[in-house]
């Protein structure tokens, strides 16, 4: 089984100033990640993947993530906060189970960007 | 590419009528869409698996007689809440994987969410 947590469920940052928004898994194999962003009453739209290829993943928007297997984390980041980062992060962990490939969804984080 | 588009975008019905969703891949073909919902400031659940050309599978919990699933061609699946309920009121999603990409690892592309009020 594999289960995604996301340490926090609201994240403060003024523009212009560095983003981290934290996720760690737990999977019995080797996790595909993906870090999704939602905005108000929208859809999900991939920031970026990791699919064993390179540890260091970048993404659309400024973003990257690092995977790292020795703390199974994979952080969001950002170094600079703009006002249209404003929304809510999904980290996501793909795992085969049984014959299929599922989603699991972390409970996902706000992000709020202070002027 | 690989958007996927869901209509209605919002939908208000009565009690005890029955809604349809349509989830369509607009530009590559998808052999698997996926539905989730998603309750106010809460995470996605999935709700089922949709093949096509095939029964749906439904996740633990999910009342399939309630929430009929149909996957009649390559770019379109369609979700029917039967005898929609005030309870039924939610965010409903869908995604749907490119068959013609890698899909070891299960990319899923969105669709923009489908708004369900039931009065």
């Not at chain 1, 990640?33 to 859809?43: A, M, R, S």
């Not at chain 2, 007689?65 to 005898?83: C, E, G, M, R, Y």
Request: contains cysteine; charged residues 15%; hydrophobic residues 35%.
């Amino acid at each position: 089984a594999q289960s995604v947590t996301q340490l926090d469920s609201h994240v403060s940052v003024s523009e212009g100033t560095p983003v981290l928004l934290r996720c760690n898994y737990s999977s019995s194999y080797s996790p595909s990640l993906f870090w999704y962003v939602q905005h108000p009453n929208k859809g999900l739209q991939l920031l970026l993947k990791y699919t064993s290829a390179a540890t260091l993943v970048k993404g659309i928007n400024g973003f990257e993530a690092e995977f790292k297997k020795s703390e199974t984390s994979f952080h969001l980041t950002k170094p600079s906060a703009h006002m249209s980062d404003a929304a809510e992060y999904f980290c996501v962990v793909s795992v085969r189970s049984g014959s299929a490939r599922q989603l699991t969804f972390g409970s996902g984080t706000q992000l709020t960007v202070l002027p | 590419g690989a958007v996927v588009s869901q209509h209605p975008s919002r939908v208000i019905c009565k009690s005890g009528t029955s809604v349809k969703i349509e989830c369509r891949s607009l530009d590559f073909q998808a052999t698997t869409m996926f539905w989730y919902r998603q309750f106010p400031k809460q995470s996605l659940m999935l709700m089922a698996t949709s093949n096509e050309g095939s029964k749906a599978t439904y996740e633990q919990g999910v009342e399939k007689d309630k929430f009929l699933i149909n996957h009649a061609s390559l770019t379109l699946s369609t979700l029917t809440v039967t005898s929609a309920h005030p309870e039924d009121s939610s965010f409903y999603i869908c995604s749907a994987r490119d068959s013609g990409r890698d899909l070891s690892y299960n990319e899923q592309f969105f669709g923009p969410g489908t708004r369900l009020t039931v009065l």
